[in-house]
C-alpha cells in the first residue's frame, strides 16, 4: 500500500502542492475570521444579547466551513485557491453543496483538520485528498495537474524522478567520451582510455 507519506518526503511536486493548499488555508482563514470579527463587534456596539454567541470557540470555524463550501460550490475555488491556482474536483458525481459542506466540515476546527489531513495522507489513494476529499469523492488540483490521482502519479510525481535518471545516463554518456573530439574511449588498463577516432590518451 502506497501512502501520501510515502511520496511526499521526497517528491518536490507534492510537496510544492501542499504549501500551495496551506498558504490557501491561511488566506481563507484570514477572510473568514475578520467578517467574525466585524459582525461580533457590530452586535456588540448594538447591545444585542445574541451577540455573547459569538463567544462561542468555533463560531469562526464554522464561518470558514459555510464560506468554503459555498464559494467551492459555486466557482469551484475559494479566494485562496484562487489565488494560489487551486479548485476543487469532483471524480464522480455531480458537485452539489453537500459534497462541498463534508469536505469543508474539518475546517470548523484546527485540530480536527490536522486529523483530517493526517489519516487521508495516511490511507491508499491520492496523496492530494485528505480523508473527507474521499468521502465527499473530491480532490483538490493544481492548474496543470491531472484530476485522476493514477494520472497525477504517473505523469506529474515521477516526471522529476525521470529527469533526474536521465540526467545521471548523460552525465554518464559524457563521461564516456573524448574531451578534445567527443569519440569513444576505449579502456588500455590502468584507469586511462584512448579515443577511438583522434587517438587520444586520456
Given at each position: 500500500?502506497?501512502?501520501?507519506?510515502?511520496?511526499?518526503?521526497?517528491?518536490?511536486?507534492?510537496?510544492?502542492?501542499?504549501?500551495?493548499?496551506?498558504?490557501?488555508?491561511?488566506?481563507?482563514?484570514?477572510?473568514?475570521?475578520?467578517?467574525?470579527?466585524?459582525?461580533?463587534?457590530?452586535?456588540?456596539?448594538?447591545?444585542?444579547?445574541?451577540?455573547?454567541?459569538?463567544?462561542?470557540?468555533?463560531?469562526?470555524?464554522?464561518?470558514?466551513?459555510?464560506?468554503?463550501?459555498?464559494?467551492?460550490?459555486?466557482?469551484?475555488?475559494?479566494?485562496?485557491?484562487?489565488?494560489?491556482?487551486?479548485?476543487?474536483?469532483?471524480?464522480?458525481?455531480?458537485?452539489?453543496?453537500s459534497k462541498a459542506l463534508i469536505?469543508?466540515?474539518?475546517?470548523?476546527?484546527?485540530?480536527?483538520?490536522?486529523?483530517?489531513?493526517?489519516?487521508?495522507?495516511?490511507?491508499?489513494?491520492?496523496?492530494?485528498?485528505?480523508?473527507?476529499?474521499?468521502?465527499?469523492?473530491?480532490?483538490?488540483?493544481?492548474?496543470?495537474?491531472?484530476?485522476?490521482?493514477?494520472?497525477?502519479?504517473?505523469?506529474?510525481?515521477?516526471?522529476?524522478?525521470?529527469?533526474?535518471?536521465?540526467?545521471?545516463?548523460?552525465?554518464?554518456?559524457?563521461?564516456?567520451?573524448?574531451?578534445?573530439?567527443?569519440?569513444?574511449?576505449?579502456?588500455?588498463?590502468?584507469?586511462?582510455?584512448?579515443?577511438?577516432?583522434?587517438?587520444?590518451?586520456?
Open positions: 500500500m502506497v501512502t501520501g507519506f510515502d511520496l511526499i518526503h521526497d517528491n518536490g511536486p507534492l510537496q510544492k502542492h501542499w504549501i500551495r493548499r496551506i498558504i490557501a488555508y491561511i488566506l481563507d482563514l484570514f477572510i473568514s475570521s475578520l467578517g467574525v470579527y466585524i459582525i461580533f463587534y457590530f452586535l456588540i456596539s448594538l447591545n444585542l444579547r445574541f451577540a455573547a454567541l459569538w463567544y462561542f470557540p468555533m463560531t469562526a470555524g464554522m464561518v470558514q466551513v459555510f464560506y468554503s463550501a459555498v464559494l467551492e460550490y459555486t466557482s469551484r475555488k475559494t479566494v485562496g485557491k484562487a489565488i494560489m491556482k487551486l479548485e476543487v474536483e469532483q471524480l464522480t458525481q455531480e458537485f452539489d453543496l469536505r469543508n466540515f474539518s475546517k470548523i476546527h484546527g485540530i480536527i483538520l490536522l486529523l483530517d489531513w493526517l489519516v487521508g495522507m495516511a490511507s491508499e489513494g491520492d496523496p492530494r485528498q485528505r480523508y473527507l476529499d474521499r468521502v465527499a469523492e473530491t480532490t483538490v488540483r493544481a492548474k496543470g495537474e491531472p484530476v485522476h490521482v493514477r494520472d497525477y502519479i504517473n505523469d506529474h510525481l515521477f516526471r522529476g524522478e525521470t529527469r533526474e535518471e536521465e540526467r545521471d545516463e548523460e552525465e554518464k554518456e559524457e563521461e564516456n567520451r573524448c574531451h578534445e573530439c567527443g569519440g569513444e574511449l576505449i579502456s588500455i588498463g590502468e584507469d586511462r582510455y584512448r579515443c577511438r577516432n583522434c587517438g587520444r590518451i586520456q
